[in-house]
Nanobody, 123 residues
Framework: VQLQASGGGLVQAGGTLRLSCAAS????????MGWFRQAPGKEREFVAA????????DYADAMKGRFTISRDNDKNTVYLQMNSLKPEDTAVYYC?????????????????WGQGTLVTVSS
C-alpha cells in the first residue's frame, strides 16, 4: 500500500484544515488507518485512528472534540478534519495503514506510512 498525504498548510489559530490521505491498491478497506504527527524536536505521536469499516475511532486526548477522522473506502481515502487549531498543533502529519482490524495508538502497529504533510498554525 502506498499512501499520499495532502492538505497541510499555514493557518491561523482557531482555523480549520482538512487532511487527506489517498491509498493505492484495491485493498484499502483491509487496513485500519491512523494519523500521527511529529513536531520539531519531538517524537512522533498518535493523533487518531479508524477501523477498517470506519465504525470505530480513537483520538488522543488533546485532539478529542477538535479533530475528526473519517474514511471513504470507495475513494481509498482517509481524512482528518482539524478544527480550532492551536499553535501547538504545528507538526508534520503522517497517515499510516495497519493490517489490524482496529487502529492503534502504537506506531509499531502500522505497516505502511505516507510521506507527511506540514501543518503550521500561527498565533
Amino acid at each position: 500500500v502506498q499512501l499520499q498525504a495532502s492538505g497541510g498548510g499555514l493557518v491561523q489559530a482557531g482555523g480549520t484544515l482538512r487532511l487527506s490521505c489517498a491509498a493505492s491498491g484495491r485493498t484499502f478497506s483491509s487496513y485500519a488507518m491512523g494519523w500521527f504527527r511529529q513536531a520539531p524536536g519531538k517524537e512522533r505521536e498518535f493523533v487518531a485512528a479508524i477501523s477498517r469499516g470506519g465504525g470505530n475511532t480513537d483520538y488522543a486526548d488533546a485532539m478529542k472534540g477538535r479533530f475528526t477522522i473519517s474514511r471513504d473506502n470507495d475513494k481509498n481515502t482517509v481524512y482528518l478534519q482539524m478544527n480550532s487549531l492551536k499553535p501547538e498543533d504545528t507538526a508534520v502529519y503522517y497517515c499510516a495503514a495497519s493490517r489490524g482490524v482496529y487502529g492503534s495508538r502504537m506506531r509499531h502497529a502500522y505497516d505502511y506510512w505516507g510521506q507527511g504533510t506540514l501543518v503550521t498554525v500561527s498565533s
